[in-house]
T-cell receptor, first 112, second 110 residues
Framework: DGGITQSPKYLFRKEGQNVTLSCEQNLNHDAMYWYRQDPGQGLRLIYY???????QKGDIAEGYSVSREKKESFPLTVTSAQKNPTAFYLC???????????FGSGTRLTVV | ELKVEQNPLFLSMQEGKNYTIYCNYSTTSDRLYWYRQDPGKSLESLFV?????AVKQEGRLMASLDTKARLSTLHITAAVHDLSATYFCAVGFGNEKLTFGTGTRLTIIP
C-alpha cells in the first residue's frame, strides 16, 4: 500500500543535540511538507519542497534544516538552535491538482 | 497573504444536537479541504470542495462552500461521541501550498 512513513514515532532529545526525523513516501508525490503542532494548537509550516533538490522555508524555519536528495525522502533535522523543539511533527505530501495532502502518522519529539 | 479563520475554536455539544463549524478565508481560492484529527493522531481527509455551491456529505457530516462569501461550513447532524475530534479546514489556489485554519476542537458530551 502507498503511504507516508514517519519514524520514529517517539523521539527524545537532550539539550544541545541535533536530531533527524525521517519522512519517506512511496506515493510518487512531487511535493513534501513538514509541519509542527503544539498541544491544542494548529499546524505551522516549517519547510516544504516541490521538487527534488529544492526546498523553501515556511513560517517557522529557524532552528530546523531539511534536504531533498530523493523524491521519496524529506528528512527534517531539529538543530540545537531550536530552543523549544518539544512538539508533534507531521510530514505530508501532495501532487499537483485538487487532491489535498496525505499526512504521515507523526513523530512526537520531547526534550529531556 | 491568504488567511484562514475557523470558529469556534472549541465546541462542546450534546449528543443528538446539530451544530456548524465555520471556515472563512481572505483571498481567492479554488479548493477547500476539511480534515479530521483524533488526539495524538495524524490528519485524515474528509472532504474536498472545488466550486461555488459545492456540497459534500458523509454520514452525519456535511460540508459546503460559498466562494463569493469566502466561507465554508461543516455541519454536524445529530452528533454522536465518535465525532469528537479536531477539525481543520485548509484553503489553496492552484498548486500553491495549502493554508490551514486554526482548528476546531469538538467534544461530544453524552
Amino acid at each position: 500500500d502507498g503511504g507516508i512513513t514517519q519514524s520514529p514515532k517517539y523521539l527524545f532529545r537532550k539539550e544541545g543535540q541535533n536530531v533527524t526525523l525521517s519522512c519517506e513516501q512511496n506515493l510518487n508525490h512531487d511535493a513534501m511538507y513538514w509541519y509542527r503542532q503544539d498541544p491544542g494548537q494548529g499546524l505551522r509550516l516549517i519547510y516544504y519542497s516541490q521538487i527534488v533538490n529544492d526546498f523553501q522555508k515556511g513560517d517557522i524555519a529557524e532552528g530546523y534544516s531539511v534536504s531533498r536528495e530523493k523524491k521519496e525522502s524529506f528528512p527534517l533535522t531539529v538543530t540545537s538552535a531550536q530552543k523549544n523543539p518539544t512538539a508533534f511533527y507531521l510530514c505530508a505530501s501532495s501532487i499537483p491538482g485538487p487532491y489535498g495532502y496525505t499526512f504521515g502518522s507523526g513523530t512526537r519529539l520531547t526534550v529531556v | 497573504e491568504l488567511k484562514v479563520e475557523q470558529n469556534p475554536l472549541f465546541l462542546s455539544m450534546q449528543e443528538g444536537k446539530n451544530y456548524t463549524i465555520y471556515c472563512n478565508y481572505s483571498t481567492t481560492s479554488d479548493r477547500l479541504y476539511w480534515y479530521r484529527q483524533d488526539p495524538g493522531k495524524s490528519l485524515e481527509s474528509l472532504f474536498v470542495l472545488l466550486s461555488n455551491g459545492a456540497v459534500k456529505q458523509e454520514g452525519r457530516l456535511m460540508a459546503s462552500l460559498d466562494t463569493k462569501a469566502r466561507l465554508s461550513t461543516l455541519h454536524i447532524t445529530a452528533a454522536v461521541h465518535d465525532l469528537s475530534a479536531t477539525y481543520f479546514c485548509a484553503v489553496g489556489f492552484g498548486n500553491e501550498k495549502l493554508t490551514f485554519g486554526t482548528g476546531t476542537r469538538l467534544t461530544i458530551i453524552p
